[in-house]
Structures are given as C-alpha cells and as structure tokens.
C-alpha cells in the first residue's frame, strides 16, 4: 500500500513510525513532512490546508490510503474532498469535525445527550459575556469557540483576567475568527486524562489512556500549551473508572451521533477531568492528540493499518486490541519563550547521540542540510521502560543528549502521580 499521512508535527511523525512497521505498507509520503519524517517517508510540499493540491497529488500518484493528521484540514472539509474523488481516506468528515471546530457545538452535544460536562453558556458580544460572568464565579474558563492551535482556553482567576480575556478573543481577534463565538464555563477542578477512541460510526474502542502535562511550567503553572509531555499507561485511570468512562461518556457519544444523523469514522480525543467520584468531559477532539500519540503507538502492537481498514469498512468489532506492558514517557523540547513569542532557525545538536529513547519531531526543518527548530515544541523524547521510573529516566537521559540554543522542556513530566 501506498500511504499519504496529512501533517508536519511529533504525532504525524509518530503515525509514519508505526507505518513504517506495517508489512502491508510500501511506501509513505507526508505533506508537507519535517526534517524527522523526512528519514521515514518522502516530504512533498503541500500544505494541510492546500485541499485541492492534497487530493491531486494523491490522485496522481495513486495513493491507496491517506491519513490526516491535524485538525484543520479536518475542519475544512478534506475527508469529503477526498471521498468525492473516489480516495480512501482517515479521518472525520466536516459535519463531524465541529466536535472540535466548533466549543459551542460540542457542548449542545454534550448537555443534549446527558454527557457530564461543566456548566456553560456561549456569546457573541463582548459585553454580553462580561455581565454574565458573576453567573459563573472564579476561576472562570473562557474559550474560543474555534481552533485556536491549543491554546484559545485561558483560566481566569478574577474579573480582571476575565474581562481581559473576553475583550482579547473577542475584540482584538487575538485568535482570529476563533474568537468571534467564545464559551464561557464553570472551571473544574481535578486531575485531567486524555482517553484516545478508534470509533466506526457503529462502535467505538478506547486507547490505553495517557495524562498530559498542558502547562508551559513545572508544577502545572503558567500558560496552557499544545503539551508538554506525557505519559501512559495512565497512573490515574483504573479499571473500575475506565468502565464508567465507557458507560458514562464514550458508549452515549455514540448514541448521540446516532441520533443526530452524525456519520463519523475516525479518532475521537476525549479529554475528562477527575475529582475524587466525578469525571466529566472538557472537550472533543477528532484526530490523535500530540503529545498523546507519542506514548500511545509505542505500546500499540496491533498493526494500525489494519485497524484504519476496519474502520473504515464498519467492522471495527472485530478488532481486539493489545498493548505492550511497557510504559512509555514523552518529554517536549519546546523553544525558549513558547507558547508566546520564540526564535527559530537554531541548529540541533545530538540527535544521532540518544540511544535509549526515540525522537519524535514536532517542529523542526533542514536549513542547508542541517536539522534546525521550526516551532514551539521542537521535539518529544520517548521511551520505554519496564517501570514508569525507568521509562522517565530513559526519556530525561535523551533530552539531556540533545542541544539547541533556548531550549526548554519540563522537569517533572511522569513525576507527580496522584489521584
């Protein structure tokens, strides 16, 4: 098989590293790729929102099966683009992918089919959100309603930071059009966990559960991020609790969809909040999340062509998933000053000196043949260990062989366990 993976970040390199070990694949193209992918797959240079240059190329080049990676292209329409042209692809269609184009949408969904999820209400207007704030009391969350990279979620701790907040999605447009719905929601306290779902429109199968580190900070403070590492299996999540997941959230989402005529076939990314006895959903995504994919596939030994392949033909319930006993650990090499402002262009020194963990790139690019920083996180360190401790080691000892000028990652990714 031929295979066009959609993307350019840590989980598209991570997609095509477990292509690679498929014996149903041939040969891999990305677009548009980065300097890791580039040693795995032949980069073309399409960008993800370029639909028209995506179905040509696959098209011309007969490709068997694509996969998108990012959520744009999934909001913007791709996977109907695709099906339109004959081409099978991965991955929801524009009607589905406002479970994460759209806040608002995702929480009608969510209080219509009983779906726990926190208090909310939606504006328009700026002014109309600030006087309902003394509704929600503080801290207050208040999000753009569209994409925002990860980052269009502020928790304000006062009217302060609320108003301001309001006034900068909405009024400055500091994410755009994102910005012109915003949600405001009763914040939640607890520990958060991110459940990975395969879903066929008929059936849908949880991933082993990873706990991502979303602050830019150790000790989960300061700005929120794309992720700053992560880990699985997750520490928080057992059995008992994965069993309400599933009766509670995951098995209603699919009557949901049912009942509102949703077709959807590819990745649901659920993000819970867990305090003591209560879980309750914080968002929707549609595609694999990243840093999450970098543990995930790691300890998959399915073989995730033949997974997509069921999906796609409605038979996913014949797919019984196993999972290495491993842990894995994924820490983020971000550059100095993400997620706010940061420099590019730094060589990177050391790739070729780990050994006991895979480097997974996330924002990286070749600048006269030399692999160089393209992003606010640059790179996710994985490893594996027999023991979440040794799993941890191994990743912080690959972090620590590689260079570049302003690097920055967390120090306590897998280190605080609780519940």
């Known amino acids: 098989m031929k295979l066009l993976v959609i993307g350019s970040g840590g989980r598209e390199h991570s997609l095509i590293w477990k292509f690679k070990q498929s014996p149903k694949v041939t040969e891999i193209f990305a677009a548009p790729g980065n300097a890791g992918i580039a040693d795995l797959a032949t980069c073309v240079a399409i960008n993800v929102d370029d639909i028209d240059g995506l179905v040509a190329f696959a098209q011309s080049n007969a490709i068997d099966l694509t996969i998108v990676g990012p959520e744009l292209p999934l909001v913007l329409g791709v996977v109907d683009a695709f099906e339109a042209a004959g081409l099978r692809i991965f991955g929801p269609n524009k009607s589905a992918a406002r479970f994460e184009g759209s806040k608002d949408f995702t929480k009608a969904f969510l209080m219509r089919h009983g779906i726990p ?108 991020t794309g992720g700053m590492g992560t880990y699985s299996p997750s520490q928080i999540i057992d059995e008992a609790l994965m069993s309400r997941i599933q ?36 968002e929707y995504n549609v595609r694999m999340g990243d840093p999450e994919t970098e543990v995930t596939l790691p300890r998959l030994e399915n073989d995730l062509v033949e997974i997509i392949e069921a999906i796609l033909d409605e038979r996913l319930c014949e797919i019984k998933l196993t999972w290495s006993a491993s842990h894995a650990v994924c820490v983020i090499m971000a550059s100095g000053g993400y997620p706010e402002h940061y420099e590019k262009g730094f060589p990177i020194r050391g790739l070729k000196a780990v050994d006991e963990a895979v480097v997974f790139h996330c924002g990286t690019k070749l600048m006269d043949g030399v692999v160089s920083t393209n992003g606010g996180r640059v790179l996710g360190v994985t490893a594996l260990g027999d023991t979440l401790e040794a799993a941890r080691e191994a990743a912080y000892k690959g972090v620590k062989q590689i260079q570049f000028d302003k690097a920055y990652y967390r120090t306590d990714i897998a280190k605080r366990i609780e519940r």
């Open 117 to 224: 999820t926190a208090k909310y209400a939606s504006f328009t207007e700026p002014n109309s959100a600030i006087k309902a704030l003394p509704e929600f009391g503080y801290p207050v969350v208040v999000k753009a309603d569209g994409l925002a990279a990860g980052k269009g979620v502020i928790i304000a701790q006062d009217e302060s930071e609320a108003k301001k907040a309001i006034m900068d999605m909405m009024a400055d447009k500091v994410f755009g059009e994102a910005g012109d719905l915003i949600v405001l929601e009763s914040f939640l306290k607890g520990i958060e966990a991110s459940i990975l779902c395969f879903v066929d429109g008929k059936d849908i199968v949880p991933m082993q559960p990873a706990q991502d580190y979303k602050k830019i900070f150790d000790g989960d403070l300061g700005l929120n």
């Open 247 to 282: 009766r509670e959230i995951l098995n209603p989402f699919i009557t949901g969809i049912q009942k509102d005529g949703i077709s959807f076939k590819g990745i649901l990314f659920v993000g819970i909040m867990i305090d003591e006895d209560e879980i309750n959903v914080l």
